[in-house]
C-alpha cells in the first residue's frame, strides 16, 4: 500500500496558524499605516533576503550562536552535575537552594549590568545565558532523580548492580521526560537572556548590537529582520537538539 503524499493533520494546523499569523499582522501594519511603528511582513521579508548575503550577516549569526549555544550546554553540564550531587545528598541540596533561588528570582537585567563590572562585553551572552538555563536543568533534573521508584534502587543494591548500569538503566530511563521538557523550555530562554545580554553589553559584530542599531536608527525593517533571524535560530537549534537526545536515549535502550 503506497503512503500518502498528503500533509498529516498536525502539519496542515501549524501551517494554517502561520498563514493567519502573517494574515494578522499584515492587516495590522495596513490599519495603522506606519511603518516606523509596525513595517509589514513582507518588508520584513525583502529586507531579510537583503541581509542575508552579507558579510556582517554570517559573522553576527556566528558570534551570538556559539556564545549562546556555549552558555546552554554549560548551564546542561553544570545543572546535569549539581543534580546529581543534590540527589544524592540531601545537605547538598539544602546548600545550593540559596543559590538556585536567587538565580531563579533576580532579573536579568539586574544580573547582565553586575555581570558587565566583571565581565568583558564579548563574553557577556555566555555567562548570562547559563545563569538562566541552569536553575530550569537542575530544577527539572533533580526532580526526576527524587522520582525514582525506590524499589527499583534498593533492587539494584540487593543484587550489587553497578553504578553505571544503574546510570544507564533506572536513572536515565526516569530523567528522559525531564531532561526533554526543561531544554525545550531552556534553549528559548538561552537566546532571549543571551540576546538581551548583547543589547545591553553591545560586544562589536553580535545580534544584539544589531538590534541596537535598528534601534538607535529607528530601523524597524532592521529590527523585526534580525528578530526573525533570532526565532528562526532558536527554534532550529531547539529541534535538531532535542532530536540529537531523543536519538541517544534510543540508542541506549537498544544496547
Not at 91 to 103: D, G, H, K, N, Y
Not at 116 to 126: E, G, R, T
Request: with cysteine.
Amino acid at each position: 500500500m503506497k503512503a500518502s503524499i498528503l500533509p498529516d493533520k498536525r502539519t496542515i494546523e501549524k501551517v494554517a496558524a502561520i498563514v493567519f499569523a502573517l494574515a494578522v499582522w499584515q492587516a495590522g501594519a495596513m490599519l495603522l499605516g506606519e511603518s516606523l511603528l509596525l513595517v509589514t511582513p513582507t518588508a520584513v521579508i525583502k529586507r531579510l533576503f537583503t541581509l542575508l548575503p552579507e558579510q556582517d550577516f554570517i559573522s553576527a549569526v556566528g558570534f551570538s550562536f556559539l556564545r549562546i549555544v556555549s552558555g546552554f550546554l554549560l548551564a546542561l553540564m553544570a545543572g546535569a552535575i549539581l543534580s546529581a550531587f543534590a540527589g544524592k545528598s540531601h545537605i547538598a541540596e539544602v546548600m545550593l537552594r540559596p543559590f538556585i533561588v536567587t538565580i531563579k528570582s533576580v532579573p536579568v537585567a539586574s544580573f547582565i549590568i553586575l555581570c558587565l563590572i566583571w565581565l568583558s562585553s564579548k563574553n557577556l551572552s555566555i555567562f548570562i545565558s547559563f545563569l538562566m538555563v541552569l536553575p530550569i536543568i537542575y530544577t527539572n533534573l533533580l526532580q526526576g532523580i527524587k522520582s525514582t521508584d525506590p524499589k527499583m534502587l534498593e533492587m539494584a543494591g540487593v543484587f550489587r548492580v553497578g553504578w553505571l548500569k544503574r546510570l544507564k538503566y533506572i536513572y536515565l530511563p526516569q530523567i528522559k521526560p525531564f531532561l526533554i521538557s526543561s531544554c525545550s523550555v531552556a534553549i528559548g530562554l538561552a537566546w532571549k537572556s543571551g540576546i538581551a545580554a548583547e543589547v545591553i553589553g553591545i560586544p562589536d559584530g553580535s545580534i544584539g548590537e544589531k538590534l541596537y542599531e535598528a534601534k538607535v536608527y529607528l530601523s524597524t525593517g532592521d529590527l523585526f529582520a534580525w528578530t526573525v533571524v533570532i526565532v528562526a535560530l532558536s527554534i532550529i537549534f531547539e529541534k535538531l537538539f532535542l532530536y540529537f537526545i531523543k536519538s541517544l536515549f534510543a540508542g541506549l535502550e537498544k544496547s
